[in-house]
């Protein structure tokens, strides 16, 4: 299959990248560092022998002669490694590293520093449907994700299946980040009724019927290995009680429907909303880290029950977005945005949803979700996307406060 170019720009000097399993990580270091020395940490005898004597790779390292680029995959297969790296670094004889992983908990378990600030941080996601132009579609991003690994599998579902017994094995159980891996397959079944939700740890204990400590520490597992991650309120300038659990949700759209059981009691329309906003979500996520963009991302919920799915604000400006799984436009869904815009008159508000036609109702533009998520681009501000699309026909009235 084509390789989909990325979004993704290295910096100019050693850094780690970060990401689930399957993002592509391997592929773009490859690509873009043909002539590098590589390292792949998933090979049994490289783990035993460097965990053995990590100052090995400083030989290795000397006999490359003039190449002075390494990549090394996995690093938190073997941390020790870090500090052999650090000291290269400080040498400073133009050496270049490249440390890929699927995983921090290692690292932070070890008291790892991550080369005391020498090496930049970076992340690499999913899919932006931008990347994929048009070979992106909307109603197969939200059944199978937009993960690299499966869009250019020839079996998509069984490799979705297959996505987190991966996990479950390679980086959880051998890594004995836990101690009964039934207990942590009930939790993944539990925590996905939690995506694009509010987090309540003791419902989720319930559910898989473990303690709320277990269950908490359960969640920062999922954190560190990079399947999971919180979303906090946005609290600035705030004029009303606001909620106090953080939203969650499953890093991928497809991993998303992997996980979540499926029965007669199940409503279709609820999965298929939970998909769509964990669809914008990734988006947003991988648009800011890509662009380097100095924003937050964040949601809006007031102790009455009044949302707005995302707000991102930062230096380029305060943005407020609705997605709604819905070919129509009801006042009822432009609730939020309003009680967002009436306490912050300076912020834009978006609504996202799956009909076909852009309109501006009132201070709120509406646009077609696939239309948003394809002129995403890191290069790009959110109002830049908008007049992308065709659907900024009133730019006074957008800025209106």
């Known amino acids: 299959m084509e390789t989909v170019p990325r979004f993704f720009t290295p910096p100019g000097e050693s850094f ?57 995959d996995e690093i938190q297969k073997v941390p020790e490694l870090l500090t052999v790296i650090h000291r290269l670094i400080e040498e400073k004889r133009g050496y270049t590293f490249i440390l890929t992983g699927s995983s921090a908990r290692k690292l932070k378990r070890a008291g790892i520093d991550l080369l005391g600030g020498r090496a930049l941080l970076r992340s690499m996601h999913p899919f932006l449907a931008s990347e994929l132009g048009e070979r992106f579609h909307l109603e197969e991003a939200l059944q199978q994700g937009l993960l690299p690994l499966v869009y250019s599998s020839l079996n998509p579902g069984d490799t979705l299946r297959s996505y987190a017994a991966l996990y479950l094995r390679e980086e959880v ?50 954190e560190d290995i990079l399947l999971g991650y919180r979303l906090p309120v946005f609290t600035r300038r ?57 924003s937050d991302l964040s949601f809006w919920r007031t102790r009455s029950g009044v949302e707005v799915d995302f707000i991102v604000y930062g230096p380029s400006g305060l943005w407020a977005l609705e997605v709604k799984n819905t070919t129509m436009i009801r006042p009822t869904d432009l609730r939020g945005l309003k009680s967002f815009r009436d306490e912050y008159r300076e912020s834009r508000a978006i609504f996202l949803y799956r009909g076909s036609e852009r309109r501006m109702v009132g201070e709120i533009l509406c646009l077609p979700c696939a239309d948003f998520l394809l002129n995403l681009h890191p290069d790009k501000t959110i109002d830049d996307a908008c007049r992308v699309s065709g659907a900024l026909t009133n730019r006074a009235a957008f800025r209106e406060n």
């Not at 592509?24 to 460097?50: H, N, V, W």
């Not at 998303?256 to 499926?262: A, E, I, K, N, V």
């Open 173 to 222: 159980q051998m890594e004995g980040f836990v101690r009964n891996i039934g207990n942590f397959s009930r939790f993944l079944e539990a925590i996905s009724f939690s995506h694009a939700s509010l987090l309540n740890l003791s419902n989720v204990a319930r559910e898989c019927m473990v303690e709320r400590k277990v269950v908490e520490g359960y969640t920062g597992i999922l």
């Open 16 to 72: 780690f990248l970060f990401g689930p399993r399957g993002t592509g990580k391997t592929t773009f270091m490859k690509q873009r560092f043909p002539d590098a020395c590589y390292i792949d940490l998933l090979d049994p005898e490289l783990i035993r022998s460097f965990s053995a004597k990590p100052e090995r790779f400083v030989e290795v390292v000397r006999g490359q002669g003039e190449r002075k680029c390494f990549v090394i």
């Open 238 to 294: 705030a004029k009303r009680g606001l909620a106090v659990h953080p939203k969650f949700y499953l890093f991928d759209t497809g991993v998303f429907r992997s996980l979540r059981p499926r029965g007669p009691l199940d409503m279709p329309e609820e999965m298929e909303g939970q998909a769509l906003e964990g669809l914008v979500a990734q988006h947003l996520r991988a648009w800011l880290a890509y662009s380097q963009e100095k």
